[in-house]
Every structure is written in structure tokens, then in C-alpha cells.
């Protein structure tokens, strides 16, 4: 049955619409100013700035830990709940609520750190909505196209919210976030009178990331439902507890999936230590302002879109795999490159001081990792849907989440534990380097069509 255009235009006003939460609240501008507030914030508690910056980091990973584990264990039981009920909308609805109040929020961090901790939980409160409601988003992909079309609609879907990204970006980079000097990009104070001494400017994201999502997840609503006549199984709790135990027992005996899941467990992992990771990076190893760092946002968040946007078309021609192959690849390179350069050295080369080519290495770094990460991302959900049971799909993807949630407390640990014991940020990102090949080594056992019409047949 054809789809209609509505409801594919429809499905990707989700990506665009909650996309400025990873790029200007995960990334490039609330993540970057958390460390920086949490850095001066131990500073002043008498640590030494490098302990200080080691201690910043390992905070902002332990957030993302533990939103991770939450993520990881309620998944797959909320996805197989919304398939027994046929429901995905309501629960993207109630997510989309928690999301809006909890972004809101974020205005509360004051350049002081006294709202510290608070903050730091209410931020990931609302990455556990934002990624919870992208589970049941997730789920609607199979019934957008055939299994040649999803990877092009999904490359597609994800171009489109990187642009949404790009957008929002410009306009808190021009308008709202100030520097150190008190003025946008533009060189003018923030807008309405925000108080610069008082970072309002920045402080202003969270807000705006809440009104920009409430106003463009509205097509979404407009153009997505539920289908009437899904099939609907009990939903005791008993019931679906039974179902998904069976789906989990089943994962064992399909070779392709399995790999496929531990696989993409860890090189996705790996992925969003490096997102999440990268404007603290630049804060902290390069020394980076706001203002610089949203200029590396906005190149990392084009070339997200544009490799996406023909990873997708690879993905319909070449099938997943292959893209998701090449582009680990790229990200192994580009992590090599991360650890072993700092703001003297490159790989052990001293550099001349006041020396740019940092900054420059570093640049080019973010278009891989945007680029590749972007198409790592659309052609992994594309791959999911060719191991998922076309009744089953909220609970397929809900396994899918939990493959990339369930190890975040080992690849965060990871870095914190290495931040910590050599006292060295960038040397920290060295388990990402272990994360990707691992991952990169599992995928040689995933079919490249994947193994739904052998599951449904069987």
C-alpha cells in the first residue's frame, strides 16, 4: 500500500524538530558551557585547573551514564507495551511534554554553578524523553517504504534534522549565545536585553531548544497516526513481559541480529562519546569559547546533512552495511587524531606556540565526525529494519535502543576512568578507539539484507 507523502514529511518533522537538543544542547552550546560552569565551579572549590577540567568532564559523562542505563532497560519493555496496544502516538506525546518542560529548564544554570547538580539532572531527564519518544519515532520507519526505500527515507529524515540543527545553531550563534566579551557573532548583545555578565544569552538555549521543538513537532502530530487496524495483544503486564522475554530469547538464535545488536552496541557507544564529547573537547584540551565552538557546530552539522543525505541513497543502492563499514573506519581515524593531539603537540610533535593548526585539525575533525556519524546513524536504523517483525516493530527498535544504551555506562565509565588516571582529557577518548573496532570486527557476521524474511518465515 502506498504511502502517503504527508505522512513521510510528517515522520521527518520529528528529526527536525528535536535535533537542536543534540547539536545545541548535547554538543555545541549547553554542553560546552555546563563543563566551562563546572570547571570554575571546582576551581573554586581549590582544585588545580587540570584536575578541575578532568573532574568537569567525568560529571557531564556520569549524567550521561546514568540517563543511559534508564534508557537501555525501559526501552524494550515500553516498545513491547506499544506494539501489544497498537499505540506508539501517545507515548511520543507524553515524551514530547516531559522533553519541552525539562529544556525549558536548562535557563536555570547561572554562571555561579549554584544550580549545578539540579541542572545536570533536569538536562538528562529530558535526553531520556528526547531519546525515548526517537524509540517510538523509530518504530514507524518500516511502514514508510519497502526495505530498498527505508534507507533512503531515513537518510533523508536524519538530512533534513541536521538542517533543522544548522538553523537553530545560526540563529543562537547570531542572535543569543555571547562570548566572553559579552557579543554574539554578529557583535551585538544578545537579544531582549539578556544580561551577558549573566551568560543569559547562552543560558537562553534551553528555552529556545523547547519553543523550537513544541513549534515544529506540530506537522508530526498533524500528518503521523496510529494505525486502527495494527494488531492488539493483552497488555498485562504479565503478557508483555512474556512477549519480549520470548523476543529476547529469540535474538540468540539469529546470528545476523545478534552481531548486529553487540555490534552496534559498541560502535554506537563509541559515536555518542564523541558527540557528546566534542564542544567539552574543544573547551577544555583546545580552549575554545562559545562563539568558536558554534562555528565548529554549525561545519560539523552541514557536512552531517549533506553525507547523510547520500549515505541514504548509498544505503538503497549498496544496502547498509557497506556505508555503516566505511564510515566506522573514518570515526577510528578521526578518534586516533583526537587523542593524540593537544594544544602543543600533535602525535608527539611539539608545535609552535599560538600555533592554529589545532584549531584547523580540529575542524576538519568535526566535519568527519558529523558526516560519518550522521550516516553511521541512518544506515544502522536502516539495517534494523531488515531484522525487524513487521508486527512488532515499537519492540524491535526498543531491543535496538537498549543495544545502544546498554554499554553507555561502560563507554562513559571508560572515559572518566581514563581521564582520571592519567589526568590527561584528551588521553581519556582512548576506549573509543577499542569501542569502534570491536564493533567494526562484529559486523562481519551481519547479513548485509539482514535476516527478517528468514525470522518471519520460520
Not at 62 to 73: D, H, K, R
Not at 300 to 327: C, E, H, N, Y
Request: glycine share 10%; proline share 4%; aromatic share 14%.
Amino acid at each position: 500500500m502506498a504511502v502517503s507523502k504527508r505522512r513521510i514529511w510528517g515522520w521527518m518533522a520529528f528529526d527536525w524538530a528535536s535535533q537542536p537538543f543534540y547539536t545545541l544542547g548535547l554538543t555545541f552550546i549547553f554542553g560546552p558551557y555546563f563543563a566551562a560552569v563546572a570547571a570554575e565551579y571546582y576551581l573554586g572549590a581549590g582544585m588545580d585547573e587540570k584536575t578541575a577540567d578532568a573532574e568537569a568532564q567525568s560529571l557531564w559523562f556520569m549524567g550521561q551514564t546514568i540517563a543511559g542505563l534508564f534508557i537501555a532497560f525501559t526501552a524494550p519493555f515500553l516498545g513491547a507495551f506499544a506494539d501489544s496496544s497498537g499505540r506508539k502516538i501517545p507515548w511520543i506525546a507524553f515524551f514530547s511534554v516531559v522533553y519541552v518542560l525539562t529544556t525549558a529548564l536548562l535557563w536555570g544554570l547561572t554562571p555561579d554553578g549554584s544550580s549545578l547538580f539540579f541542572i545536570l539532572a533536569i538536562f538528562f531527564i529530558g535526553f531520556v524523553a528526547a531519546e525515548s519518544a526517537l524509540n517510538f519515532v523509530n518504530a514507524i520507519l518500516p511502514s514508510l517504504g519497502t526495505q530498498s526505500e527505508v534507507g533512503r527515507i531515513s537518510g533523508a529524515g536524519a538530512a533534513f534534522g541536521y538542517s533543522g540543527g544548522v538553523t537553530a545553531l545560526f540563529i543562537m550563534l547570531l542572535l543569543l549565545a555571547e562570548n566572553e566579551e559579552g557579543v554574539t557573532l554578529l557583535g551585538n548583545a544578545p537579544l531582549f536585553g539578556l544580561d551577558p555578565e549573566q551568560r543569559e544569552g547562552t543560558r537562553s538555549v534551553g528555552p529556545f531548544i523547547a519553543v523550537w521543538y513544541a513549534i515544529f513537532i506540530m506537522p508530526f502530530f498533524w500528518w503521523v497516526k496510529d494505525d486502527p487496524n495494527a494488531p492488539k495483544k493483552s497488555t498485562a503486564l504479565s503478557a508483555v513481559a512474556g512477549e519480549l522475554w520470548t523476543t529476547l530469547k529469540n535474538v540468540y538464535r539469529r546470528k545476523s541480529l545478534f552481531n548486529f545488536l553487540i555490534g552496534s552496541m559498541l560502535y554506537r557507544d563509541a559515536l555518542n562519546v564523541l558527540y557528546t564529547a566534542g564542544g567539552v573537547y574543544a573547551a577544555l584540551v583546545l580552549d575554545w569559547e562559545i562563539i568558536e565552538i558554534g562555528v565548529f557546530g554549525i561545519i560539523a552539522a552541514i557536512s552531517a546533512a549533506i553525507t547523510t543525505w547520500l549515505s541514504g541513497l548509498a544505503d538503497q543502492r549498496f544496502g547498509p552495511k557497506p556505508v555503516i563499514t566505511t564510515m566506522v573506519c573514518v570515526l577510528i581515524a578521526v578518534s586516533a587524531i583526537i587523542v593524540g593531539m593537544s594544544r602543543e603537540q600533535i602525535f608527539g610533535i611539539p608545535l609552535a606556540e599560538g600555533s592554529q593548526l589545532p584549531d584547523i585539525v580540529f575542524y576538519i575533525c568535526g566535519m568527519c565526525i558529523g558526516g560519518a556519524g550522521g550516516a553511521v546513524y541512518t544506515s544502522s536504523r536502516s539495517m534494523m529494519v531488515r531484522h525487524t517483525h513487521p508486527d512488532r516493530p515499537s519492540e524491535a527498535f526498543g531491543l535496538f535502543a537498549l543495544s545502544g544504551k546498554a554499554t553507555a555506562f561502560i563507554a562513559t565509565a571508560m572515559v572518566t576512568a581514563f581521564t582520571n588516571l592519567t589526568g590527561n582529557t584528551q588521553l581519556g577518548y582512548l576506549p573509543v578507539i577499542i569501542l569502534f573496532l570491536l564493533g567494526l570486527f562484529l559486523l562481519r557476521w551481519v547479513n548485509k539484507d539482514g535476516d527478517r524474511a528468514e525470522w518471519s518465515a520460520s
